[in-house]
């Protein structure tokens, strides 16, 4: 038996489809804005405050500052959520006996991971049951409350001055759970008492370790189908590792959706966020680079392009074994709060400058912190090592701000690719073709 997840080795129907080719440009993107900043973010955020509530319609009234009346199709909904997340919470709890417990068996450990993604699936479904009284009640995006600058920890100031011992490297060491079978091989779980979290997947033959950093909000280890990294790499003969970020999935925040945390506690969210998931990349790298099967290369795709740029550049300082043998940055710039991403269509859509302002911040006061959310010198692997591959419509992480990026990292005009696609088409275009992906897997040989 095998996980549901992984059964669905094949590629996703309708991106590999003729409507995936009609889907992967950019008027999609034009859409796709919209429903993430408009639709997707209120419902997860109008979902927090509901479980907050208790269930409870005044209570969430309070919470929300709207006149709420409570009628019987809301409780509904509000009972559905708490169920979900109750029905959640005591499937994370089976899938950890059951993967790192003493005992367990494969047979157990499978059904586990069944019960988990089906309860992340229920959970889903329950916060958009939500949906229209998100709407109705026009909900806010986020909950964006920036810190002030003069209430910033001084140690935030005193790495951003002293840059290149900001971002030490974990040695935790690390923990493997049991394996389960899937249609690509196998897969397991690893993690360190610091926080690194990952889903492995790797085949019969491996000739190599790919470490896969996630957007913002997504979180792939609750939700992997249709992820071409996986399946190319791991056809590929490689060994795919699904970090899980701060603030995402199992090591989400209460209170918050996922993510959520990076942008509403800015700069301090994002600042957290990168010296924490930096400093596990490193302990991972040396982890896999340990299996002695070949090279080490990372790809990150939107906040986990930001993350592997940082890493890159702060494992100058790190020892060896650490160190990526290549990496491949999608939908990238040079500072996640670069005045191209912070007035790019979703800080746009976020009132991310505003807010900061609002908190007393000013432009010449954030790009000091710059050193913490973006790479401040050359990569370890040499920019010939660096792929980048970008979207000329891109209006989230605009593609001047990657191939600023690229000059400063010199990285080869064959290196860099460009795609007639924005944000969020240029993941359905590599579902269509990995082509890009493979490309940079086989570059991490030579």
Request: charged share 25%.
């Amino acid at each position: 038996m095998s996980s549901r997840l992984l059964r669905s080795g094949a590629p996703v129907p309708f991106a590999r489809g003729p409507a995936g080719a009609v889907l992967a440009k950019p008027w999609l993107d034009r859409l796709a804005l919209p429903l993430v900043a408009d639709w997707t973010l209120p419902t997860l955020r109008l979902s927090e405050w509901a479980l907050q509530s208790g269930g409870d319609a005044a209570r969430l009234a309070a919470l929300t500052g709207r006149e709420i009346r409570p009628t019987r199709a809301l409780q509904r909904r509000l009972d559905a959520l708490l169920d979900a997340s109750r029905g959640e919470a005591e499937a994370r709890a089976t899938w950890r006996r059951a993967l790192f417990g003493e005992a367990g068996n494969e047979h157990h450990a499978t059904l586990a991971e069944r019960e988990r993604l089906d309860a992340a699936a229920n959970m889903l479904r329950a916060r958009f049951g939500l949906w229209s009284w998100a709407r109705r009640w026009r909900a806010p995006r986020i909950a964006l409350a920036p810190v002030a600058p003069d209430a910033l920890d001084p140690r935030i100031r005193a790495r951003a001055a002293d840059r290149e011992n900001a971002f030490p490297c974990d040695v935790d060491p690390i923990r493997v759970s049991r394996w389960i079978p899937s249609a690509l091989g196998r897969e397991y779980w690893i993690e360190s008492a610091s926080g690194a979290r990952a889903r492995v997947v790797e085949g019969e033959q491996v000739r190599g370790s790919v470490l896969v950093l996630h957007g913002l909000g997504v979180e792939p280890d609750e939700f992997l189908i249709g992820r071409a990294e996986l399946r190319a790499l791991v056809r590929h003969g490689f060994r795919v590792l699904l970090l899980e970020g701060p603030y995402h999935g199992r090591r989400r925040v209460a209170g918050f959706y996922a993510g959520e945390p990076v942008l509403a506690d800015a700069p301090r969210g994002a600042i957290a966020y990168f010296e924490r998931h930096v400093a596990e990349i490193g302990n991972v790298t040396r982890w896999a680079r340990a299996k002695g099967d070949g090279p080490v290369g990372w790809i990150g795709t939107s906040l986990g392009a930001f993350t592997a740029a940082i890493a890159a550049d702060a494992a100058r300082g790190w020892a060896a074994a650490s160190r990526p043998d290549g990496v491949q940055l999608v939908t990238v710039g040079t500072a996640l709060f670069a005045p191209a991403v912070l007035d790019g269509a979703l800080g746009r859509k976020l009132d991310l400058m505003p807010a900061l302002e609002r908190a007393g911040w000013t432009r010449a006061q954030i790009a000091t912190l710059a050193p913490l959310t973006g790479p401040a010198g050359p990569p370890s692997c040499g920019g010939a090592h660096v792929h980048l591959l970008l979207g000329h419509v891109d209006e989230v992480t605009p593609l001047a701000s990657g191939r600023e990026l690229a000059e400063r990292w010199q990285v080869p005009a064959g290196n860099i690719e460009l795609r007639r696609q924005g944000h969020y088409t240029i993941p359905i275009g590599l579902e269509r073709d990995p082509g890009p992906i493979l490309r940079f897997a086989d570059a991490l040989e030579r």
